[in-house]
């Protein structure tokens, strides 16, 4: 009777841990949506292609859509929102452009453009509401990065000889703005994906033991739990449901690497780090939640979504993807 009642409350609490599951909020917007920043357990921006910028301030109840006038055409592949009126986009290429608004979305200043053939912006980050960081595809076999001191307003290129090297065929990918993260208060780090995919941490260039060798494959998105302990995930968007290599782990900085006992159930776009040893991401067929630091990932969601991320002062978790916007319930 004691090993069924054990097994009875281990059954339960399993069950328990894993009630999670992704609630539509928003749907049939046109627009593939790979922008996501949630600034608090209300306020929610959200940006995509068509020049669609979304904002929230009621835990996405209700929305407030735009089409950023003169960028109808522009894919916004990431945004970074710090309250309710403040938010900066990134437009990808063609020229690549950074906007700024201060009032809610309803006008938009430009603040970067660059029209050099090939530059591809990829990612954001930011550290604070002043410093920030942008990265870009590589020209002429060197990374393109951006900083800013001002939020947003200048953008100022890193020298020349500071831009990281790639391989060839070598680069990021532009799809969920999370393939750059901060590791402290003055520190990034980044992935790449394609032919080769590393991590770029200062100066050094890592390998990393997930799937790579054609431009379909590599790595996607990072995490960051603390300065040693990070996830990262990918796989080959041109095989949604494979897992084959599609998530690699370090607790040492990037030193050794790691996979986990149940990885997550395909390919996978975004990463994001919660609290505690939980851990959430998604894909192109669904959301995957980990709660022993990454040994284990549990599919919760079958629904379709490319970026989840956590509010910045909060706990709510958002998804963006396709034309649609979801929410972590329990």
Request: charged share 25%; hydrophobic share 35%; proline share 2%.
């Amino acid at each position: 009777m004691k090993k069924v009642f054990i097994s009875l409350i281990i059954s339960l609490a399993c069950q328990y841990s894993f009630a999670q599951t992704v609630k539509t909020l928003a749907s049939g917007i046109k627009s593939s949506m790979r922008g996501l920043s949630v600034v608090d357990d209300k306020t929610v921006w959200v940006s995509g292609s068509g020049g669609t910028v979304g904002l929230s301030s009621d835990s996405g109840n209700t929305w407030k859509w735009m089409k950023v006038k003169g960028h109808e055409k522009t894919d916004f592949r990431d945004i970074e929102a710090f309250d309710e009126w403040t938010a900066i986009i990134m437009g990808i290429d063609t020229p690549a452009i950074i906007l700024k608004t201060v009032d809610g979305g309803e006008t938009w200043k430009t603040m970067f453009e660059d029209k050099t053939p090939g530059m591809f912006l990829d990612a954001m980050e930011f550290w604070n509401d002043q410093s920030g960081i942008v990265i870009g595809d590589p020209i002429n076999g060197r990374m393109f990065v951006a900083r800013t001191f001002d939020g947003g307003i200048n953008w100022r290129g890193i020298p020349e000889e500071n831009k990281p090297r790639v391989d060839s065929g070598e680069a990021c990918f532009a799809s969920s703005g999370t393939n750059i993260r901060k590791l402290n208060k003055q520190e990034a780090i980044f992935i790449t994906g394609g032919l080769s995919s590393h991590l770029f941490i200062r100066d050094q260039k890592i390998n990393m033991p997930i799937l790579q060798g054609t431009e379909s494959t590599g790595a996607n998105s990072i995490a960051v739990k603390n300065k040693k302990t990070f996830i990262v995930v990918g796989g080959d968007f041109n095989k949604k449901d494979s897992s084959h290599k599609n998530c690699v782990i370090t607790n040492d900085g990037g030193k050794t690497w790691s996979t986990p006992q149940t990885a997550p159930h395909g390919y996978r776009s975004c990463i994001e780090y919660l609290e505690k040893k939980n851990w959430i991401t998604c894909g192109l067929n669904g959301t995957d939640y980990s709660t022993d630091d990454g040994k284990t990932f549990t599919w919760i969601s079958k629904d379709s979504y490319h970026v989840c991320r956590k509010a910045k002062k909060g706990s709510a978790v958002y998804f963006a993807g396709g034309g649609k916007v979801g929410k972590l319930v329990f």
